[in-house]
């Protein structure tokens, strides 16, 4: 969820954090989510293991120091959020504790907005970025997606799962909402840096007369939620998994739906510095293995979207 560069999707090429996850709508197995900030959470999915498969693949000093330092922003239920203990649970810790087994480290969650990830990354703050963030050219390469400008290195992604952009209401307050182009002349809640932010600000130029598109963008989903909830907007949009959870959870049940279709499906991607090509391969070798034993269906089922699982991680899938 960053601004151009470092937003969860893009917005030229539009890629949201997934789009088949249909099955998380009828799933009742998920929790309710916490608030992100800029400071460490202090969560670590522990490897318990001493030896493990693919610890040599690993540069010797993360291996030495048996942590990998992730940059999260813990506030996107189902994906990545805290229990009410404030511990980070989610698809995500879920996934990096079953990699920590095969590569015998800890993956450490450090709580950060989503438009600091990216040059978190830059200023060695975190080894990884992991938080639903959509893999796109313009990451890929540092480029501003608002602009088309170069501003940076780039990352370099695994690719772990799909995900597309949706558009919710208040319950019973559609408002014949049903596809971007009905926005215009209405007001639309986002988290600040996301697809749906970048969707949003690509249809607002596409309104015509005075029909024109407000936009209201938040440092996290949970404050353009309540923004929304309280009257202050007439929809919201995020990626699918986490529309559909707040759909479902929120009032519960009572307070929002799902309206139109999902867009813009591209893969979820795990962040790592370009210079940083020995991690970034074990993390791809890890990931490779958690599918291949089983572990990676397992918390992909656990949370209830199976519509959006890989068969095999990529590298840079993004388009």
Known sequence: MTAS???????????????????????????????????????????????????????KEIRDKGVIRVGSDIAYAPVEFKDKSGKAIGIDPDLAKAMGKQLGVDFQFQNATFDTLVTGLKSNRYDLAMSAMTDTKDRQNGVDSDTG??????????????????????????????????????????????????????????CKGGEKLGIQSFDDDQQAQTRLRSGGADAGSSDFPVAAYAVKTAGGGKDFELV???????????????????????????????????EYDKVIAKWGVEAGAVKSATLNGGK
């Open 5 to 59: 560069t470092t937003q969860r999707t893009t917005a030229k090429s539009a890629k949201s954090r997934i789009a088949a996850v249909g099955a998380i709508a009828v799933a009742g197995t998920l929790l309710l989510t916490g608030c992100g900030d800029q400071t460490k959470s202090g969560d670590s999915t522990k490897s318990g293991a001493k030896s493990a498969p693919l610890a040599d693949k690993l540069p």
């Open 260 to 294: 139109g279709d999902q867009v813009e499906a591209a893969p979820y991607g795990i962040a790592v510095s370009k210079d940083q090509k020995q991690l970034r391969d074990a993390i791809k070798a890890a990931l490779d293995a958690i599918i291949k034993n089983g």
């Open 149 to 206: 400008k170069k501003v940076g290195d780039g990352v370099d992604f695994v690719d772990y799962f799909n995900a597309g952009v949706s558009i919710y209401t208040p319950k019973g307050k559609t408002q014949g909402i049903k596809t971007w182009d009905d926005l215009c002349g209405k007001k639309i809640v986002v988290q600040r840096g996301t697809v749906s932010h970048d969707l949003a600000k690509s249809q607002a130029k596409k």
